[in-house]
């Protein structure tokens, strides 16, 4: 049995604007795109429909911001793509716009008149995809629905939404759990292997520094553990817009693992192919988008999302004046006026990441003696590498969960943890110093489960 599973579709209607300063400033402080979702989805599809999946799941945040007209053109979409492939989804908060800003663009305006779709009337207009074909179902407190699908004789998926418990943060509500438990205990009297899906992390993946907080559900840990303790052995999850994967063991000795699906439309398009074991366990493979058509030419999908993803930092770093500085952060969601404030201070500070070679890190590495065990005829092998460049490395690393691994006894690891230990110096407290190292040799090495393709 195969199964695919994509994460963070984010649909974005081009009706909404894909020109004008207001939309460049907006789409260039996003890791994914925008304007070009729609020939990427498009793309994807068609590679899943020919592809010898039995079925796919999208891991919620369909849409970019709950807009009703990207809903409209997305299911279209999905329609298209459920006459060759059975479809499932779940839907997040970004599928009602939850943070109540849902934007269109026109030249150096931002307009918020944007009709959006209600978290209550999600299950209705996806019915086709998941709930009319679930065996049980459960409506939340804000009308959106989990559901359990009989997958075949012996596989069923779990599919949670998770967008509010009690708290109002992300997760369940005690009702919620109550249709949890029956679900997995039905499972496991059925003799079925029980795959779980939801939008929010259990697991904080890279480090919690990273991926903690809203990115994961609320007491994440009890909820891991809850999950665990049932016997839900594995959770797909989208949300962060990385790719990892990672176990999480409960103090009962029970544990569950969590595959965190990144962005369809970010760098690098993942889509994880799933295989049930005839003994219950799950292979994976990431298989990475590698074109799609844009403007009537055929695009490198690889090259052209990390080039988009890179320019989030690069953009910023070639800042040429106060101004655009300002812009540039407050579009990032800082305080552009307040920061902005300390220009004088931060340009000579980004003209020099923007010039500056790895060499000249090493050099203050060496001069600061938190360069030992790295020599001289080692580092000269990157006397000419652009700053910039191992920077962008490094990012990128973090979002496909390190395609490119560096060893812990390679030179390019060496560097980047030597600088790391100078950072760690200006944390608060040696727990995050700790957690800031953790991050760096997590994306540098991959961690503990291989993300690209592994047997769990």
């Not at 709930?131 to 009308?143: S, V, Y």
Request: overall charge positive; charged content about 25%.
């Amino acid at each position: 049995m195969k199964i695919t599973f994509i994460a963070d579709t984010h649909y974005y209607s081009k009706k909404l604007g894909t020109s004008g300063k207001a939309y460049e400033l907006r789409a260039g402080s996003d890791q994914k795109c925008l304007a070009e979702t729609e020939e990427i989805i498009d793309s994807a599809f068609e590679k899943i429909a020919n592809s010898g999946t039995d079925a796919v799941f999208i891991l919620g945040d369909l849409t970019n911001n709950g807009e009703m007209v990207s809903h409209i053109e997305f299911r279209e979409k999905l329609y298209k793509l459920k006459k060759k492939k059975p479809v499932y989804v779940i839907t997040a908060t970004h599928d009602w716009c939850c943070d109540k800003n849902p934007r269109r663009f026109f030249e150096d305006t931002v307009y918020n008149d944007v009709k959006v779709m209600k978290s209550a009337d999600l299950p209705r207009f996806y019915a086709d995809f998941g709930p009319l074909q679930a065996i049980d179902a459960f409506i939340t407190e804000i009308g959106t629905v989990c559901y359990t699908v009989q997958f075949s004789c012996s596989v069923r998926v779990l599919c949670l939404n998770d967008d509010k418990n009690e708290n109002d943060h992300a997760g369940y509500t005690p009702e919620c759990w109550n249709w949890i438990e029956r679900q997995i205990e039905n499972a496991k009297a059925d003799k079925c292997v029980l795959i779980g899906i939801q939008h929010h992390l259990l697991i904080p993946h890279i480090s919690p520094v990273i991926t903690g907080g809203s990115t994961c559900v609320e007491n994440r840990e009890y909820v891991a553990s809850r999950f665990a303790d049932l016997g839900l052995k594995y959770m797909l999850v989208g949300h962060s817009h990385i790719q990892a994967t990672d176990k999480f063991v409960s103090k009962a000795g029970n544990s569950i693992t969590e595959i965190n699906v990144g962005s369809l439309c970010g760098y690098p398009a993942p889509m994880v192919n799933v295989t049930v074991n005839d003994n219950g366990s799950l292979s994976y493979k990431v298989d990475c988008l590698e074109k799609f058509s844009l403007n009537g030419k055929e695009i490198n999908a690889g090259d052209f999302l990390a080039k988009h993803a890179l320019d989030l930092i690069f953009r910023v770093i070639e800042c040429k004046n106060k101004r655009e500085f300002s812009e540039r952060l407050t579009a990032l969601g800082f305080n552009g006026n307040k920061i902005a404030e300390f220009w004088l201070l931060f340009k000579p500070l980004l003209n020099k990441l923007n010039t500056a070679l790895v060499w000249d890190v090493y050099k203050r590495l060496k001069l600061l003696g938190a360069a030992r065990g790295i020599s001289y005829s080692q580092a000269r092998r990157y006397r000419y590498k652009p700053l910039k460049d191992m920077i962008g490395e490094i990012y990128l690393s973090a979002l496909d969960g390190a395609k490119h691994k560096h060893g812990r006894e390679s030179t390019y690891y060496k560097l980047v943890m030597a600088a790391v230990s100078v950072l760690s110096l200006f944390a608060k407290g040696s727990k995050n110093s700790a957690e800031l190292k953790k991050a760096a040799d997590y994306i540098l090495t991959g961690g503990e489960i291989n993300n690209q393709s592994a047997l769990i």
